[in-house]
C-alpha cells in the first residue's frame, strides 16, 4: 500500500477514535429521522478484529480498507454504527453485498455478546446496524446503496 494512503488511514482512525469527533461527525452526517433516535452520549468503540474481509474482499481492497465499530443506543437498545472508509475513488455495484456480509458478522458478534452476559437464546434481538461508507470519487456515487436493487428482477420491487 502507499505510504500516502497508510498516512491517511492512521490519521482517520485516529481521528475517528476520538469520541468527541466521532460524535460530532455523527451528528452532522446521520438524517434526522435517525438522529432523533440516538444517544450520541453512549457512543463507545468495538473492535473490529472480528469481522473477517479476507473472505469478502480482495487483497488490494482490504490494503484500502479503514473500518470503525460503534456501539450507540438506537431507540433506547444497542445498536451500532459501522464506518467504512475506503481509499476507492470508483463505484463499486457490490458494495451493498459487501455491507450486508460485514454486518451479518456484527450480528454474530452482538448474538455472542449477549448468550455470553446469560441471554437465553429465546430472548436474543438482533441490533440495528447503521452501515455509512466514505467515498471519495471525483465523481459523484453512481452505484445504488440499496442491498434488493443487486437483484435483477422487475416484479421484485422492495426497495424505497
Do not use: W
Not at 18 to 36: G, N, T, Y
Amino acid at each position: 500500500m502507499a505510504t500516502k494512503n497508510k498516512i491517511h488511514d492512521k490519521y482517520y482512525r485516529n481521528t475517528m477514535s476520538d469520541l468527541r469527533i466521532a460524535r460530532d461527525f455523527f451528528d452532522v452526517h446521520l438524517p434526522e429521522k435517525i438522529k432523533s433516535q440516538v444517544d450520541l452520549n453512549t457512543l463507545k468503540i468495538e473492535k473490529t478484529d472480528f469481522i473477517s474481509p479476507k473472505n469478502f474482499v480482495t487483497d488490494e481492497q482490504e490494503e484500502r480498507r479503514v473500518d470503525m465499530l460503534y456501539s450507540v443506543d438506537i431507540a433506547g437498545k444497542e445498536g451500532y454504527f459501522y464506518n467504512l472508509c475506503e481509499q476507492q475513488s470508483t463505484a463499486r455495484r457490490d458494495m451493498p453485498l459487501r455491507l450486508m456480509r460485514y454486518m451479518l458478522e456484527i450480528i454474530a458478534y452482538d448474538v455472542k455478546k449477549q448468550k455470553d452476559k446469560g441471554v437465553k437464546e429465546a430472548d436474543i434481538v438482533y441490533p440495528i446496524i447503521i452501515p455509512m461508507v466514505m467515498y471519495n470519487g471525483r465523481v459523484p456515487y453512481n452505484c445504488s446503496t440499496s442491498f434488493f436493487d443487486m437483484y435483477q428482477s422487475e416484479d421484485l420491487s422492495l426497495s424505497s
